[in-house]
């Protein structure tokens, strides 16, 4: 061996002997902690999964009951969801022929594929939740304003994308209980063809027949309809989703951290030595954090052990359920579907997200930003639209069942009038008259937004529990399942 390779390896052996020194050097160095601040704020600023963070936070961002931990716990959801599917793509087939028994591997031969799949289907459905009461919580807090309204944007459409998510991963397992909720998802997407009918304009333009055929790729739900949804649920919609959780994240930084009071109620003591009231992120926000990851955790791996995700009978096409039901959080769409298709199914769930999107640009006032229900005039102005929204459903869902409507009062009656004078219809406009009222009264457009935002997710909920509880064969009204009749 020539001299220049001994060079060589001994070269080679000195830089390991470098490295080895350096990662001692760095593991000692965080076993004694991080003592100076600019070593905290290092940390922070020069670790990849870190950097998303400020060097420095107000403490208030950290008072458990301003936040509630909503974000993080949708985001840890989303990272669960993430390992969780992966582990199941290894055994799932997205074959019509294939995908029932492939779940049925999972959970009865796989080892520990029942439990992943118990906690892939709690933490999808725990992430619906989670996004939609931190949504709530952005609202109410009024942290839409001060320049954050692209972030309550971005926020809007990665609501719209976790319904999303679930949705598509709902036709999977290929059961009795996928395929007919898919199928009521597709027809009231579909829905657009009850308008022209009324019209009479459907054989020139179906839009209802396009939307159904970009859903499914046929008129039914089936092999196409399994592989886009597969594809959709794998690839397409986790990773726009991943890239506005990015951008959201980035943004909320960039808008100077999580919203807080501006008045004295937000000036809870901080570094000292600052003067800026902040403290270092660096160890308090990310123990914070950290406990907020363990609960997320613990709750998804407790009802994963206690609670089986269902999988009723391979799907039978010439077999439907009745009443043949969809996801839970489209159970509301559902309800007002069954007074029209289109109105319930196209031009209800734009106008509300069409409103959800516009609230930063009609509400501009600053100064309760931060604040819970912006005082104690907007908890009086919730309170009541909550009061109203919950009387205005009694009545929409009362009438129909007790004394009918439109058809059955004037059963020659012309379609568009019952799409456009329905239970669902003059609920909405109900609550654009109530906030336009508010807003009359009050001058104040965060009480008029307020006001709409609360009746109308005060309704949505309403309609979901009718939905989930309240409907049985053929969507009739019954008190409880147990008045069903016996088929």
Not at 182 to 189: E, F, M, N
Not at 236 to 246: E, F, H, K, R, T
């Amino acid at each position: 061996m020539s001299s220049r390779d001994t060079t060589g390896f001994s070269e080679i052996r000195r830089n390991l002997s470098h490295a080895f020194d350096r990662a001692r050097a760095r593991l000692a160095r965080w076993g004694r902690g991080l003592e100076s601040d600019r070593q905290r704020s290092h940390a922070v600023s020069k670790t990849f999964l870190l950097h998303y963070h400020a060097a420095r936070v107000h403490p208030f961002s950290l008072v458990p009951g301003y936040t509630l931990g909503l974000g993080l716990a949708s985001l840890f959801l989303f990272a669960i969801l993430t390992v969780s599917g992966i582990l199941l793509m290894l055994y799932y087939v997205p074959s019509v022929e294939r995908a029932y028994a492939s779940i049925s591997d999972i959970i009865a031969i796989v080892p520990g594929g029942r439990f992943i799949r118990n906690i892939h289907r709690w933490a999808a459905h725990g992430m619906v939740l989670s996004v939609t009461l931190h949504m709530a919580r952005v609202f109410f807090t009024g942290s839409y304003t001060l320049g954050r309204s692209v972030n309550w944007i971005i926020g809007v459409v990665l609501f719209l994308l976790t319904l999303l998510l679930s949705f598509t991963g709902y036709l999977l397992p290929w059961d009795q209980l996928a395929y007919w909720a898919v199928t009521i998802g597709a027809r009231i997407a579909g829905s657009a063809t009850e308008l022209t009918d009324a019209l009479g304009i459907t054989p020139l333009i179906d839009p209802g027949r396009w939307i159904t055929m970009l859903l499914l790729g046929a008129t039914t739900v089936g092999q196409d309809a399994l592989i886009r949804f597969y594809l959709l649920h794998i690839v397409l919609l986790p990773l726009v989703a991943g890239v506005l959780i990015g951008l959201h994240l980035w943004r909320i930084r960039k808008d100077g951290g999580l919203s807080r009071p501006l008045d004295e109620e937000a000036n809870i003591p901080g570094d000292p030595q600052r003067g800026d009231g902040t403290i270092l992120s660096w160890p308090t926000a990310l123990w914070a954090e950290t406990a907020v990851l363990f609960l997320v955790l613990g709750v998804v791996l407790l009802a994963g052990y206690l609670f089986d995700a269902p999988l009723l009978g391979i799907a039978d096409p010439t077999s439907p359920e009745n009443p043949a039901k969809s996801a839970w959080y489209f159970l509301g769409i559902q309800e007002l579907v069954s007074y029209s298709a289109f109105s319930g199914g196209i031009l209800l769930p734009v106008i509300l997200v069409v409103g959800l999107a516009v609230i930063p640009i009609l509400d501009r006032e600053e100064q309760n930003f931060g604040v819970w229900f912006s005082g104690p005039p907007g908890r009086r102005v919730t309170l009541r639209a909550a009061i109203f929204a919950a009387g205005a459903v009694s009545l929409m869902v009362a009438v129909p069942v007790m004394f009918g409507w439109l058809r059955d009062w004037f059963p020659g009656v012309h379609p568009l009038l019952t799409i456009l004078v329905n239970p669902g219809t003059l609920m909405c406009t109900s609550l654009l008259v109530y906030s336009g009222r508010v807003l009359a009264r009050s001058g104040s457009t965060r009480l008029a937004s307020i006001a709409f935002f609360t009746g109308g997710g005060v309704m949505m909920l309403l309609l979901i529990i009718v939905g989930l509880w309240f409907r049985g064969p053929d969507w009739q009204f019954y008190w409880s399942p147990s008045l069903w009749p016996v088929p």
